[in-house]
Every structure is written in C-alpha cells, then in structure tokens.
C-alpha cells in the first residue's frame, strides 16, 4: 500500500511569511505525528494528532499549530517565520496513538527560509 | 520518556555483526524499547521493538538484560547500505504525555 506522502517536498520562504506543510498518512492510520529535524538540534518532536485531536505537543512556540482531518489527512503551520525554521519536517503516521505503535515516515519537507 | 545513551559514532567492516547499546538507567516499568534506523534526507524507519529478553526479525535482533537499564541493537552481516543513524527510544504504551524524543542517535558508517 502507499507510503505517508507530504507536499511540498521542498519549499523556499522569506522571514516573515508563513507556510503550509501538508501530510497524507498511509490509508487506515490515524494518528499523525510532525517533527522538524536540523542538524544543531536532531529529530525534534512538535506534535500528534489522533482522530482530529491533537494528543501530544512538543517545546515549540505557538507560531507552530497544526490540524488533522476527518480523513486523518493533516496540515502543519508555520506563522511569521524565521531563520532558524529552516528544517526538514517530517510526518509519521501510525493506526492508532501509542509509542509501541509502528511510525512510518514520510519523506519530509525541506524548508529553507531566507 | 527515559533519556537515552548511545555512542555518537562506530564503523564495521562489511560482512561483520554489528552491535550498539543503548543506556537507559531510569526505564520505567511500562516502557519499550525501539530502534529506528535512518538514511541521509529520508525520514527514520522502524526497526525492532522490544520489552525484554530477546526479540529478533528479518533484520535485525534486540536484545534486553534483565534490569533493562540498556539494550543492544544487533545487525548481522552487515553491507554497505547499513550505513545510517540508529536510534534507541524508550517509551510507554500507550503515550499519554509522552513526547517522542529521538536524542542524537548513533552515526553507522560500513567500510568495504
């Protein structure tokens, strides 16, 4: 079956802009989770999402936010962005919340911000 | 979720077996133990899991002493496309507050 997809696989922004990442887990899973990976700071968690709820946050500021949909499809924010967002974003579905769950990773999101 | 410790680095010659540790002094009792594996601008891919003793796949074994305070990843035969990031999880079923934490993992390099 399909793999997590995400879109766009690389994104190019300016600082102050905001920006829309985009997952699609793979059919039957429904939690999602996001993580930004950098090379000062690793694989960092932000957030899961679980039936349209969001379930776990990671230490990031609000200018993150993320929704999940009825199809468990889900978006993630970035407002007013800086810098040091410049990251690759990954997704990870699951069938269902729970660390001994399985994760399966997308490809990611590289974001750059100029 | 428990801190873990790994070594930052390691290299193996190809065709050997190769095992890392990972110490996890403060497991508590409801946690498991996970490894991903991870290759340059891919996302990480689960591995094997495991509780305690032993548990071993088509890839790879796990194995677990009884005080659980580490574990050991082991990958047999290794080849050149072992060549990745390795990192140990330790966390409970099911999450409640828990926050997925993949530390700085273990940098795998095979040489021919």
């Known amino acids: 079956k399909a793999g997590v997809t995400q879109t766009p696989r690389y994104l190019i922004k300016t600082r102050g802009q905001q920006v829309t990442l985009s997952c699609s887990p793979i059919?039957?899973?429904?939690?999602v989770s996001w993580y930004q990976q950098t090379p000062g700071q690793g694989l960092q968690f932000l957030f899961e999402?679980?039936?349209?709820?969001?379930?776990n946050k990671g230490n990031f500021p609000g200018r993150f936010s993320g929704r999940q949909f009825s199809n468990s499809r889900s978006e993630m924010n970035v407002s007013t962005l800086e810098l040091g967002d410049s990251a690759l974003y990954l997704c990870?579905?699951?069938?269902?919340?729970?660390?001994?769950?399985?994760?399966?990773f997308g490809p990611g999101t590289r974001l750059t911000v100029t | 979720l428990a801190k873990t410790t790994q070594p930052i680095s390691m290299d193996s010659y190809e065709g050997q077996e190769v095992n890392i540790t990972c110490s996890h002094n403060n497991i508590a009792t409801n946690d498991y133990i996970t490894w991903y594996q991870q290759f340059p601008s891919q996302g990480p891919r689960f591995i094997i899991q495991?509780?305690?003793t032993k548990v071993t796949n088509e890839v790879a074994s796990l194995f677990i002493p009884a005080d659980r305070k580490s574990s050991t990843l082991s990958l047999p035969r290794v080849s050149l496309s072992d060549t990745a990031v390795y990192y140990c999880?330790?966390?409970?079923?099911?999450?409640?507050?828990?926050?997925?934490?993949f530390g700085t993992g273990t940098r795998l390099t095979i040489i021919p």
């Open positions: 495991g509780y305690k």
């Open positions: 990870a579905s699951s069938l269902t919340s729970g660390f001994t769950y399985e994760q399966y």
């Open positions: 999402y679980f039936s349209e709820t969001q379930r």
């Open positions: 059919s039957g899973h429904r939690s």
């Open positions: 999880l330790v966390g409970e079923r099911p999450f409640g507050n828990e926050k997925l934490t």
